[in-house]
């Protein structure tokens, strides 16, 4: 016979107020106040990461790039800028890199490696040299030994290309011909009486004396062509002996001048093979140096001190510097690029309008990040990086080929047709850091096959730090040094231990701390703000209390509303009375940072039919895949626990009142169970209570996330209909682990206005929602009499033989009408 089940109606004691909030004791800490602490310059908790960063900044081999991943907050920029700053500390400083004009051919312009800080000497030098040869070769030029030889050159060219004219017109002049010097050029006409003869006259004349005119003219014509052919030739040879005259006159100060350059840099091929070039090249283009000149307008400042290696004419000599380093600070660069954009990372050809077009020159490359980090460190944000066009694929390029290719981000998409520069390709030697979150890292190791060959370490940041005595010192000074280098106001141990307190509520984990030390910061700061205007020297534990309170209430409106809505009884939610088949579940919103728990009505109706569980939320697209998960582990507990012996002959379904959006996750899967459970036995479930918490298949309930905010959330509806006593939330017990309750829930809670109570299993959970005895199977197989499993399988039973008997009947009328 089997045994009744007893009622419980009296509620069990909930947790103990040290269990819901295991605060920090400010004694423990070991100072009054901040002030008394030294700085703590290392990050607590973090040694893999920065062990990680190390190696990536120390190893001298290629492709060993860092991925830096992690939450926001937990230092991570902070850490690389330091570690990387040490480690280039202890790295030679890199060699200076300058763009110099190609003169065989100026669109390939050469790149040129100096030692650290020779670029600026280099090109200060060469304007000098410009500047110099500007006013010297002018005034070479309006010498008298220039002048004396170009006359020279003129009578001489001129005696040549006028003698044969001159004989030329003496033989015609014997045959009645003049020869005429035009505007036009040389013409013939023939003499009458020693004078050219007129058109009137020519008109007069008998035809015969025309015809031997004409003849004659011809004739010379012929032969005045061959004496003027050698015109252009004597002309070129004339060009010529001024061109020589003018780099001969040139050389002399031009190899002077471009000597006195070559002395200062006696010990650099490079530079002397470029000063070579230079000198040849303003030999043969000294006309550019009067050019200048002639240009020159007379302002304020004497010729003498005029700049003129800014003319554009002379950028063909000027040194375009690309990186250049003090020789003073002995370090490897550490380049953080905010905007890693294509032009940004490889650089840029500028270009100038000129006449209307767009032109260039090797003066217009600008340098990248990579150009001022090569030889040392260039930090990334990955997420900026993926969004830039093309940049991903440009640093990818570049790392693999060891090199610096400007390319624009318009060649690469064929929207320009403008003249443009194929400037050399600069070696590269540098350590790349990306720094993002742990999605983009395994995104990016899933899709893109060259990420894992050229950034094969990974700095991981922890986002919790283990709750012991010794870390709870360290994190207390690592608050201490924060405060005292942002020049905060000191803080006294209350309002360390009020922030140490937060840290665990943010890590969702009484036995944790959160590395999230950003969110710290900011409370920290918004607390001394509060403490000025207070006009205290410290920041005490109701300054820390009082920013985390405005912070919440500051991100509350949409739970206020929500709040609101439930207390109108617009949305229908039940914290006092018993009703059958209906659970208070309970759920996080999350926007943003701020997390808060929300009350909703679940409810569960049964009847008889052929073993259906209806998930009414997957039916109209509203739950997600772990919610269903969730319903389909009710259904195999029902039917693994109960009317073993008969087909599970039961339709159910399960719904969230008043839903109107998503629903995932299986934390409701036990409130689900219970709505069913008590729809089945058909007893009542106390309102005044919510749960949460998954289950599985063997009736066991499991952690969920969340938990403060859910029992924060319920809490708030009973609080605003006033606590009575019998108010409480049922958690899974592996989640006591997780509580860090706000104060106020826990004066409730101390003071019996409020209960948190943990459940194992699902008759533990379906006992105190109840008030009865859930019963376990005798040995007989039965459950006690009156128990709710023993309810609930009745119920199936009845279920299996309402459908027994319904198939019979059904069976029945088909063969009676198969006899009809």
Request: charged fraction near 25%.
């Amino acid at each position: 016979m089997a045994k009744v089940a007893q009622d419980k109606r009296t509620l069990p004691d909930g947790l103990k107020p040290q269990k819901m909030r295991p605060a920090c004791d400010p004694k423990t800490l070991g100072f009054e106040n901040t002030k008394a602490l030294s700085v703590q310059h290392d990050l607590v908790g973090q040694d893999r990461a920065m062990d990680a960063i190390r190696l990536s900044a120390d190893i001298g081999h290629k492709d060993f790039n860092l991925y830096v991943l992690g939450h926001e907050g937990t230092g991570r920029h902070t850490t690389v800028s330091k570690l990387l700053a040490k480690a280039a500390s202890s790295r030679p400083t890199p060699c200076d890199w300058v763009y110099i004009n190609n003169f065989d051919a100026p669109h390939k312009p050469n790149a040129m490696s100096l030692p650290a800080g020779l670029a600026g000497t280099l090109r200060s030098a060469m304007q000098d040299l410009v500047d110099d040869l500007a006013n010297e070769i002018p005034a070479l030029f309006e010498s008298e030994e220039y002048q004396t030889q170009r006359r020279a050159i003129e009578e001489e060219f001129g005696q040549r290309h006028e003698e044969p004219i001159a004989e030329f017109a003496e033989k015609v002049k014997e045959e009645d011909v003049a020869l005429l010097r035009t505007p036009m050029g040389f013409m013939l006409a023939a003499l009458v009486d020693g004078k050219p003869i007129k058109p009137e006259v020519y008109k007069a004349l008998p035809p015969e004396r025309k015809e031997e005119i004409d003849a004659k003219i011809e004739r010379l014509q012929e032969h005045l062509s061959q004496v003027l052919k050698h015109g252009p030739q004597l002309q070129k040879e004339h060009r010529q002996h001024i061109e020589a005259l003018h780099a001969s006159m040139a050389e002399r100060v031009v190899t002077l001048r471009v000597g006195e350059v070559a002395k200062g840099f006696s010990q650099n091929a490079d530079i002397a093979n470029y000063l070579e070039q230079v000198r040849q090249d303003m030999i043969s283009n000294a006309e550019l140096f009067l050019l200048s000149k002639g240009n020159s307008n007379n302002g304020p400042f004497p010729e003498a001190i005029r700049k003129y290696h800014r003319d554009p004419h002379f950028d063909r000599y000027s040194i375009n510097i690309m990186v250049t380093h003090d020789v003073a600070e002995t370090a490897a660069p550490v380049v953080i690029e905010d905007l890693p954009s294509l032009n940004n990372l490889t650089g840029r050809i500028e270009h100038v309008s000129e006449m209307g077009t767009l032109a260039t020159n090797f003066t217009l490359i600008k340098p990248g990040a990579l150009h001022r980090a090569n030889g040392g460190y260039l930090v990334l944000d990955a997420h900026r990086l993926l969004t830039e066009p093309f940049a991903w694929d440009a640093l990818k390029r570049c790392l693999q080929g060891q090199s610096i290719t400007i390319t624009s981000l318009a060649d690469r998409l064929s929207l320009a047709s403008t003249i443009t520069l194929e400037p050399d390709p600069i070696p590269l030697d540098i350590r790349i850091v990306l720094i993002g979150d742990r999605r983009l890292h395994m995104l990016l190791l899933l899709l893109d096959p060259e990420f894992g060959v050229l950034f094969k370490l990974q700095a991981d940041f922890e986002d919790d730090l283990d709750r012991s005595a010794k870390n709870t010192r360290l994190l207390a000074r690592t608050i201490g040094s924060y405060a005292s280098k942002q020049k905060l106001r000191p803080l006294t141990a209350k309002a360390v231990a009020a922030l140490l307190d937060h840290a665990v509520r943010l890590a969702d984990d009484s036995k944790k701390f959160t590395l999230q030390i950003g969110m710290l910061a900011d409370v920290m700061r918004e607390a001394d703000h509060y403490a000025g205007k207070a006009k205290r020297k410290l920041v005490s534990d109701e300054h820390v209390h009082h920013a985390i309170q405005e912070a919440n209430r500051r991100a509350s409106r949409i739970k206020d509303r929500m709040l609101e809505a439930v207390t109108r009884k617009t949305i229908l939610i039940d914290t006092a009375g018993d009703a059958i088949g209906q659970v208070n579940g309970l759920s996080v919103i999350g926007i943003g940072h701020h997390h808060f728990g929300r009350p909703s009505r679940i409810t569960a109706r049964v009847r008889m039919g052929s073993g259906k569980l209806i998930d009414i939320e997957r039916e109209v697209e509203l739950g997600g895949p772990l919610h269903s998960k969730g319903v389909l582990i009710l259904g195999a507990y029902l039917a693994a626990n109960y009317a073993l012996d008969v087909p599970v002959s039961l339709h159910a379904s399960l719904v969230f009142e008043q839903s109107y959006g998503g629903v995932d996750g299986d934390s409701a899967s036990s409130t689900e169970l219970y709505a069913l459970l008590s729809a089945l036995s058909g007893v009542p479930i106390r309102q005044g209570l919510a749960v949460t918490g998954s289950v599985n298949q063997n009736g066991e309930v499991q952690a969920i996330g969340g938990v403060n905010e859910k029992i924060e959330g319920f809490f708030d509806l009973c609080k605003a209909r006033r606590l009575t006593g019998e108010h409480g939330v049922l958690i899974p017990a592996s989640n006591i682990n997780h509580l860090m309750l706000r104060p106020d829930v826990v004066e409730a809670a101390n003071a019996g206005k409020f209960r948190v109570i943990p459940v194992k299993t699902i008759d533990q959970g379906i006992e105190i929602l109840t008030g009865r005895n859930a019963g376990r199977r005798n040995r007989s197989g039965a459950f006690p009499e009156g128990s709710i499993n023993a309810l609930v399988e009745a119920q199936l039973h009845k279920f299996a033989e309402t459908r027994r008997r319904f198939g019979a009947r059904t069976d029945q009328d088909n063969n009676q009408n198969d006899r009809k």
